[in-house]
């Protein structure tokens, strides 16, 4: 037979499906976009719609194969769709619990930044690490009292004076380079272990015989240490918010205080109340209840962490958290996507592509575009061979915050919250105006225009990378949270942060409206009933994707959200 010419082949579209979290399975998502988007067994509008699967082209990949579709029914070419699954779970799969509880800690020194009503859910969070911090200095320092013979004098005596004698010798030496503000600073040091000196003989001496009452030193070391050792350390990787924090977990723990000596009195009555009240505190090396409080709280979070956050939320923590370690697989990753993307572009088979992307997934095709596009913007015509309709977009005076003010979201929230996410804001300003984060509709700066800035070498206008979405339809699915585990609460809308040319679609999985438990992976659901495959959840999905390609995507901008709405939110 002869060869097809290429010229000549068939369109067709190909939809490329990018996973969330999780452990996911190589084509578990892109099978259920399929059955939401194309070939659900109870809808009788897909009845003769038929899928084949066949490997990759290059045979390198059997895992990923290929879905293909028989023609569309009602395309004007007839074309067929190839759907395509970038998968990166597999670079996720080392994902350490140390990089989850970093993240957590990274999370919790920003504060409670969230939409309002998932604020909540920081702040548990966050109390939640200040006890863990609590449970990990009473542990870490029961062993070290338990290995110094049960003498708490020496855990605080000892490194005392460890103390005290460096600051003597800085004191000396800058003593001899007359290094007048060390001098001063010192001086202050040494001033204030002398008062701690004579606080602790104070107390000793107050203290001296009574049976069954510890010393100045044990007292210090017993009850207020690991306290204190705990509030340093959440001060050092949690910052201000995280002292915050750590204040209504001393609150918590005040509570169990009391409940503590309640119990103890009722039970043994005969016991001195100075006894009682000083065994009563829960973080105290020598409370009866320390070691199983501390047990039980870093065991829940053990759980916690094997159950949900190591093997969901830890692929967020590598992903978003860009320390060392983490560097190489975001890059592995993106480096997998783009090339992804640019087989699909260079293969000639499709003239129309679109991106499904979920949860995290969508961050990664967000990456993966705005890479990609600055890869190539270079290669696109010159402007001057391109139609009036990209002119008049290009001269348009659209900007991405017209219609929101990014600046003024939060008003309801606290001020030290408003101060951290006034800098998350100006972060993100800053990265938008340098084209790292392309917006919708895409910023206009200086002179440019909204897809092109004039090439200072040749003098031609080229189109920029922070075009993308001035070429690129952007339509943001999601479903309201409500009372945290009803809907999504990971989704939300996006045009009051990246331009309200993004098309929001406020969804349901009824149709008669309402929130649904957790619905954070029912975007492609049919079988959510009632209305399975008419909800309006998948409605919407099939006419984002718009496999017809007649306009049902378009239709939608006057089905989405008001950008205004979401204000304060």
Not at 21 to 26: E, F, L, P, T
Not at 150 to 158: E, G, K
Request: hydrophobic share 50%; glycine share 8%.
């Amino acid at each position: 037979m002869a060869a097809l010419n290429p010229t000549t082949r068939r369109k067709r579209t190909a939809i490329l499906v990018v996973h969330g979290i999780g452990s996911q399975r190589a084509l578990e998502t892109m099978r259920g976009v399929i059955r939401g988007i194309w070939l659900d067994c109870n809808n009788p509008a897909d009845k003769n719609k038929r899928v084949w699967t066949h490997p990759q082209k290059d045979g390198a990949d059997i895992d990923l194969s290929v879905m293909t579709t028989n023609g569309v029914p009602d395309s004007k070419d007839n074309r067929s769709v190839d759907f395509h699954e970038l998968y990166w779970a597999h670079l996720m799969s080392e994902t350490r619990a140390v990089a989850v509880l970093l993240w957590l800690y990274e999370l919790g020194r920003k504060g409670p930044i969230m939409k309002l009503g998932m604020n909540g859910l920081w702040w548990a969070a966050a109390i939640f690490l200040c006890l863990m911090n609590l449970s990990f200095a009473v542990l870490v320092l029961r062993g070290v009292l338990l290995f110094s013979g049960n003498s708490a004098q020496i855990m605080l005596v000892a490194p005392f004076l460890l103390l005290v004698a460096s600051i003597f010798v800085g004191f000396a030496v800058a003593c001899r380079w007359l290094a007048f503000r060390l001098i001063i600073l010192f001086a202050v040091l040494l001033a204030g272990g002398g008062l701690l000196a004579l606080g602790y003989f104070e107390v000793a001496w107050h203290f001296a015989g009574s049976p069954g009452i510890p010393d100045g030193a044990e007292l210090v070391t017993l009850i207020a240490l690991p306290t204190l050792i705990a509030f340093i350390a959440t001060g050092l990787v949690m910052g201000l918010q995280g002292l915050r924090a750590f204040c209504w977990a001393l609150f918590i723990s005040l509570f169990l205080f009391g409940w503590f000596v309640t119990a103890d009195r009722y039970w043994n009555s005969e016991t001195a109340f100075i006894s009682t009240v000083i065994k009563g505190w829960v973080w105290g090396l020598n409370s009866p209840w320390a070691v199983a409080t501390a047990a039980a709280v870093i065991g829940l979070y053990l759980i916690v962490n094997a159950a949900f956050l190591q093997p969901y939320l830890g692929d967020a923590a590598r992903y978003f958290r860009n320390s060392p370690a983490n560097v190489a697989v975001r890059r592995a990753i993106r480096k997998d996507a783009v090339d992804t993307l640019e087989r699909l572009h260079t293969s000639g088979q499709y003239d129309r592509i679109v991106v499904v992307a979920h949860s995290l997934g969508t961050v990664v095709a967000y990456d993966m575009l705005r890479a990609y596009f600055s890869r190539i913007c270079s290669e696109l015509p010159p402007v001057d061979q391109l139609w009036q309709e990209f002119a008049d977009i290009d001269g348009a005076p659209w900007q991405p915050d017209d219609k929101t003010d990014a600046a003024t979201h939060q008003d309801k929230a606290d001020a030290s919250a408003k101060v951290a996410d006034a800098g998350l804001k100006k972060d993100f300003k800053r990265r938008v105006e340098e084209r790292e984060f392309p917006t919708c509709p895409p910023k206009r700066l200086d002179a440019d225009g909204l897809l092109t800035f004039r090439d200072p070498n040749t003098g031609n206008r080229r189109v920029h990378n922070g075009a993308l979405f001035g070429l690129t339809r952007w339509t943001n699915i999601y479903f309201p949270r409500f009372q945290l585990f009803w809907g999504d609460a990971i989704g939300g809308a996006l045009s009051p942060i990246f331009g309200y040319h993004i098309v929001d679609l406020e969804v349901a999985t009824k149709a008669a409206g309402g929130a649904d438990f957790f619905t954070h992976t029912a975007y492609w659901d049919v079988e959510r009933k009632p209305d399975t495959y008419s909800a309006p959840h998948i409605v919407a999905l099939r006419k984002a994707v718009d496999l017809v390609d007649k306009n049902d995507a378009i239709d939608l901008v006057d089905d989405g959200d008001d950008p205004t709405k979401h204000e304060g939110e």
